[in-house]
């Protein structure tokens, strides 16, 4: 995956979603204590506040650099993957770029980015302190049944238990961005038949019943 496409992705995707109505976590509260993790904001990027060369190939962190640790990526691929798992139709979200994807989305030193990684990385913490308060483990070491399980446990934010209730927050902020980066990709708009973006060899104009019908021909 190359940084120009998910550049692409980060840019097109941002205005594809409806916003997710989020509040800052109560202080004192167990998922507000791992916000450490987050580690604060990211460093601003040079030269923020000029758009990127879009038809220049960037390599990774070459613009701002990324987030995700290697364990954060394993378990954002798995969360993702839960989120759209692979079908007969299309491969699952991890396997199409999605991880890369938010990974630059949490990455990108502009305030919306910046919220929304304070609350994806402390989502993470959240999930890996819940496996291990359950199971002894972390998420991404658990079976999937086990996964999913946690998982439905914040799916919904308004049956979400009141303790939960950030942890549920975060997992419809995740649910979008796993959306958005897989239905911005080659492989989710087949899954979508969309046909826009492809080249045509000639083009006949609307159908005249269509031209007809909204008063046009």
């Not at 995700?68 to 798995?78: D, I, N, P, Q």
């Not at 991880?99 to 989305?105: G, K, L, N, P, T």
């Not at 990108?108 to 910046?114: F, H, L, R, S």
């Not at 080659?186 to 826009?196: C, F, N, Q, T």
């Amino acid at each position: 995956m190359d940084r120009r496409t998910t550049l692409k992705w980060v840019l097109a995707a941002g205005a594809a979603w409806p916003l997710v109505q989020r509040r800052a976590a109560q202080a004192g509260t167990p998922f507000a204590a791992r916000t450490d993790v987050a580690r604060a904001a990211a460093a601003p990027a040079q030269g923020y506040g000029r758009d990127p060369d879009l038809a220049a190939n960037y390599h990774p962190g070459e613009l701002w650099p990324l987030t995700l640790t290697a364990a954060e990526r394993r378990l954002a691929g798995m969360l993702a993957d839960i989120i759209i798992p692979a079908d007969e139709h299309s491969p699952g979200a991890s396997a199409v770029g999605v991880v890369e994807f938010i990974d630059e989305w949490v990455s990108a030193p502009y305030p919306e980015q910046q919220r929304d990684r304070t609350l994806v990385l402390s989502g993470f913490a959240w999930l890996d302190g819940e496996a291990a308060r359950r199971f002894g483990k972390g998420f991404a070491d658990l079976d999937t049944p086990l996964q999913h399980g946690i998982c439905d446990d914040i799916c919904d934010e308004s049956r979400a238990a009141t303790e939960r209730r950030d942890a549920a927050r975060f997992f419809a902020l995740y649910r979008d961005l796993t959306a958005g980066g897989f239905y911005s990709s080659p492989a989710g708009r087949k899954d979508l038949s969309y046909i826009g973006n492809v080249p045509l060899a000639s083009f006949e104009g609307a159908p005249p019943a269509l031209l007809k019908t909204l008063g046009l021909s």
